[in-house]
């Protein structure tokens, strides 16, 4: 596991278009450090990824995609798709950002009704509870991003940041 920090967050994550196993972990003390690791984060996003965001309520799933498509200006574009399970954001590219919030889905079966896999290849995608609900669906290469919060630390989140 390598630590991420505000130095070495470039050239670690520049591992994010490779197609190497990662293991990065990342101690965020507030807001703003979540969302720069969402906008660091954001420069090395590519057409056909599928990232999922995974933490419990509240651990800063949406704050991270804030900071991440504040790169590329898209960040009053973002709200919470919990009733419409995905949104899409023109982030001046020649391909969408797709947003998904899989919470109110119940498997990957109701998935594959009612959404569908066409997004993974005609967009990126950002699937917060993605491991949760859908995880037997995912593309290999998905890259995992795991949130936790700190027990007694209110504004501490650790990110792990993965791919098999
Ligand atoms: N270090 C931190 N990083 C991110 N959010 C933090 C941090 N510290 C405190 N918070 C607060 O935690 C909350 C995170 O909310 P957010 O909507 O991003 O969660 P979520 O994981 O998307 O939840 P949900 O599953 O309900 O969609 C916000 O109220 C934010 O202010
Ligand atoms: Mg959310």
């Not at 720069?36 to 090395?44: E, I, P, R």
């Not at 949406?62 to 009733?83: E, I, M, R």
């Amino acid at each position: 596991m390598k630590k991420l920090n505000l130095e070495n967050i470039n050239e670690c994550l520049e591992l994010l278009n490779s197609s190497s196993p990662l293991d990065f972990e990342f101690v965020s003390l507030n807001v703003e450090d979540t969302k720069v690791l969402g906008y660091s984060f954001a420069k090395y996003i590519t057409p056909a990824m599928v990232i999922t965001l995974n933490g419990e309520l509240g651990s800063g799933k949406t704050v991270f995609l804030t900071g991440l498509a504040s790169y590329f200006n898209a960040q009053d574009q973002v709200s919470s798709p919990t009733f419409t399970i995905v949104n899409e954001y023109d982030i001046g590219k020649d391909f969408p950002l797709f947003h998904f919030d899989v919470y109110r889905i119940e498997n990957s079966d109701e998935f594959l009704e009612g959404v569908g896999t066409d997004y993974f290849e005609n967009g990126a995608c950002i699937i917060e509870w993605g491991d949760e609900i859908i995880p037997d669906i995912l593309p290999k290469n998905t890259i995992h991003i795991d949130i936790t919060k700190d027990e007694k630390n209110v504004s501490k989140r650790i990110f792990k940041i993965w791919r098999k």
